[in-house]
Every structure is written in C-alpha cells, then in structure tokens.
C-alpha cells in the first residue's frame, strides 16, 4: 500500500475472496480505535453486527459475484469499543496478478446524521413554539435563521456525499433498506392490533445461467420486468422490493395462510406465463411465512427462506408456504 493510500481522507480495507482482511489504512483504523494486528487475518464480517451480516449476505455477495462492484452501501460497523458508526460502503473486485480481492471504501456518515437529527430536532421546537401562545416573535425568527443556516450546512455535507435513497435504482421498486422498515412497521402493528401478515421471498430459477448465457444487460433487463409484473400483480396494500441479487419480497398485509399460498401460486403462474422475448422463458421459486406472536423479524424470513428452499429442492417454479414443511 503506498503513503497516500495509507493516510487518504477516507478508509480503505482489502478482502480476499473468502472475507479475510489482508490490508487496512490509517485513516480506518485511527477511525476505529484499531490497531494493524487487531484486523489483518480477521474475517470482515467480524466487524458487523448480526443484522448487519444478513445486509452483507443478502446484497453485497450477490452484487460483488454479480457485477465485480457494489455502490452506496449504507452499513454500520463496530469499533474497538462495540459501539456501532455509520459508514457509506464502495467496493469493487480486482484481480492483480492473478490474485483476486476486493478493495472497499469506506465514507464516515456520522456528520451527516448527527446535522439531521439536529434539524430534526430543531423543526419540532419550531412547532412547538407556534402552539405556545406566550412565545415571542423574536425567538421564532431566531429559531428560523437557525434552520435555514443548518439546512445550508446539510447541503454543503450532501454535495459530498449520494444520498441514500429507499429505492432499488435498477429495478425502480423498493429496496432492502425500505423492506426492513416497513416489516418492522407490520411486526408492531400485529403486536399492537393482532393484524395478521404474511411474507413471500421470490427467487429467479437458474438466473446465472440467464447472465452466463445472454449477458449481464439481458440479466438487468430480466429483474427490471421481473419487478415491473410483481408491481402489476400486487395489491394497493403490499410491498414489493428487491432483496439482493435476484431474490425479491413481498409484505402482505391482512394476509392469512390461505390467501398468502393463494396470491404465491397466482403470482408464479404470471411469471411462467409472461412472455420473455429475449430469453424463452423465466420462472420463479417462492416461499411463504405467515407471522405468528412466536415470530421475530429474523424467524420469519428465516421461515420463507426455508420454504423458498423447498420449492427450490422439489423443482423449481413452484410455491411453497413453511406450513406445509412441518
């Protein structure tokens, strides 16, 4: 690693193929309280906490394997004290004689967040001055001025930075990101109002022979339709979004065992029956979990996992629910 590499204004860690560290700059590891022994040799994933691995597997292998490179990754690693600090994630695979790894940049976010919530918390007392009757004028104008003169300062940190944004940009549905919210959003209310949700995680049959065949612009072209029939064929209600690589979900609201096998098969007899002009054909494998007051946010799409397994092992296009693996 050269001088400017080493002491560049950003991290760099490099990984072989298996995730083991084999270089790290300065600027990484001053950020994180690290020491050289401390990382080289260690495995990449012991720097992520468990929700953070289940990001990592589910969208930055299958990107790297995919497409040699992933981009805008929004991650948050562990230092030496276990606290947790935000990071924006570039990587990309290279090969230099005839050793393949891949280098990862890495972009502190903590100043970024800390100027939203600061103007977060800056607006509600603006609120909250409006409601008070006995508030002076001055104060609202001061309070203003600071919010105008923060929201230029969080432009100046922006225009640094890409913002992160809940859509997938290949396909135009959801992404990962936005599929966790919004399941952490049915989990609550089925605990608060006891209203019962299912979930579906769909896989493309043999994609990477679609991508080792036609190419990886056909492949792109496959998920963006993919995405596009899913759209037309959910309810107001759902939510679809892309889960990584080829493998896309489904939150159904109000969905109980019956109608979640139901709306699964529908949906993988649409996507056999869709024309695919470029490429013959295209199936899909999907598996159900409905959730139940023993579920978590990890048990079920562990769940839907295991049932999209199922579908995968008994043949491929073709739906399964976790009911019917018992």
């Not at 299912?198 to 963006?224: P, R, W």
Request: aromatic letters at 10%.
């Amino acid at each position: 690693m050269n001088e400017r590499l080493r002491e560049a204004p950003c991290g760099f860690i490099s990984i072989d193929r298996n995730g083991y560290i084999t270089e790290v700059n300065n600027t990484f590891l001053e950020w994180m309280g690290f020491k050289q022994e401390n990382l080289i040799g260690k495995h990449f994933e012991s720097l992520l906490s468990t929700g953070n691995k289940l990001i990592f597997h589910s969208y930055f292998y299958p990107n790297i394997n995919l497409h040699g490179y992933v981009e805008e990754l929004f991650i948050n690693l562990r230092n030496q004290n276990g606290e947790a600090i935000p990071y924006l994630m570039n990587a990309r695979h290279v090969k230099q004689d005839s050793i393949e790894m891949i280098d990862c940049i890495f972009v502190q976010m903590k100043k970024r967040i800390d100027y939203e919530l600061e103007l977060r918390k800056t607006k509600k007392q603006m609120e909250e001055a409006y409601i008070e009757k006995n508030i002076a004028f001055a104060k609202l104008e001061q309070i203003y001025l600071e919010i105008e003169k923060k929201q230029i300062e969080l432009m100046e940190i922006n225009s640094g930075l890409v913002e992160i944004s809940n859509t997938d940009k290949l396909t135009g549905i959801p992404n990962r990101r936005f599929f966790q919210q919004k399941l952490e959003e049915q989990i609550g209310c089925y605990h608060k109002e006891q209203k019962v949700f299912s979930l579906l995680i769909i896989d493309i049959d043999h994609f990477k022979k679609v991508n080792d065949t036609y190419g990886h612009h056909i492949g792109d072209m496959a998920l963006i339709k993919l995405a596009n029939i899913l759209k037309s064929q959910v309810r107001p209600t759902d939510i679809p979004a892309r889960f990584g690589g080829e493998e896309f979900t489904i939150i159904l609201p109000n969905t109980d065992v019956e109608e979640a096998i139901t709306i699964s098969q529908n949906m993988n007899q649409k996507v056999a029956q869709a024309e695919w002009n470029e490429i013959g054909s295209l199936t899909i494998s999907l598996g159900a979990a409905t959730f139940t007051k023993k579920d978590t946010e990890e048990s079920i799409i562990e769940n839907a996992d295991q049932a999209l397994y199922s579908s995968k092992k008994m043949g491929r296009n073709r739906a399964t629910h976790y009911r019917d693996l018992s």
